[in-house]
T-cell receptor, first 116, second 111 residues
Framework: EAQVTQNPRYLITVTGKKLTVTCSQNMNHEYMSWYRQDPGLGLRQIYY???????DKGDVPEGYKVSRKEKRNFPLILESPSPNQTSLYFC???????????????FGSGTRLTVV | RKEVEQDPGPFNVPEGATVAFNCTYS??????FFWYRQDCRKEPKLLMSVYSSGNEDGRFTAQLNRASQYISLLIRDSKLSDSATYLC????????????FGPGTRLSVLP
């Protein structure tokens, strides 16, 4: 089944404790992206990757890191989480043709992160 | 002005009603368009792509007006299961940050 898999689904952590949210897709998509969703603010892009070893900042990158060492994986790293990073996080992927994305996004099931 | 704007909602309609959502976009470089559906606390899922000629999928009809830069979604004979938030998504030719999401319109279909 074509899918984007995120783990964990739920995570409660303490301020300052490094964490990684994993994301893996099995569709051979070039493009992957991370979003956070907060009430009243909609979906905001954190980072994206056009292909292996190519990553760039989205609209709200502060406090996050990513890497793209393999095509299928795109982990999101919070080196020192803070309470304002409490949010619902989605990983998404898409085919890319030249500069355009094709066919819309496939989203992972989401990770609900609480930082206390 | 926001890049993608949607009807603020929420829309509360009775079962069987017809409901229409509108979405406007500001970037004329927009290439393609989508409607996504998001259930509470779940991931957005692609409902339908929107083509220039308009397209229909069962009870759902999407239309695009490039000249006026708006997209619409019509739901006929609404069901309780249609209750969700509907997101308008615009794909622009902007290297990397391609998909721009609207804020969403919440629909509640009431028995």
């Amino acid at each position: 089944e074509a899918q984007v898999t995120q783990n964990p689904r739920y995570l409660i952590t303490v301020t300052g404790k490094k964490l990684t949210v994993t994301c893996s897709q099995n569709m051979n998509h070039e493009y992957m992206s991370w979003y956070r969703q907060d009430p009243g603010l909609g979906l905001r892009q954190i980072y994206y990757s056009m292909n292996v070893e190519v990553t760039d900042k989205g609209d709200v990158p502060e406090g996050y890191k990513v890497s793209r060492k393999e095509k299928r994986n795109f982990p999101l790293i919070l080196e020192s989480p803070s309470p304002n990073q409490t949010s619902l996080y989605f990983c998404a992927s898409s085919f890319r043709r030249d500069r355009l994305l094709v066919g819309g996004y496939t989203f992972g099931s989401g990770t609900r992160l609480t930082v206390v | 002005r926001k890049e993608v704007e949607q009807d603020p909602g929420p829309f509360n309609v009775p079962e069987g009603a017809t409901v229409a959502f509108n979405c406007t976009y500001s970037n004329s470089a927009s290439q393609s368009f989508f409607w996504y559906r998001q259930d509470c606390r779940k991931e957005p899922k692609l409902l339908m792509s929107v083509y220039s000629s308009g397209n229909e999928d069962g009870r759902f009809t999407a239309q695009l007006n490039r000249a006026s830069q708006y997209i619409s979604l019509l739901i006929r004979d609404s069901k309780l299961s249609d209750s969700a938030t509907y997101l308008c998504v615009v794909n622009i030719d902007n290297y990397g940050q391609n998909f721009v999401f609207g804020p969403g319109t919440r629909l509640s279909v009431l028995p």
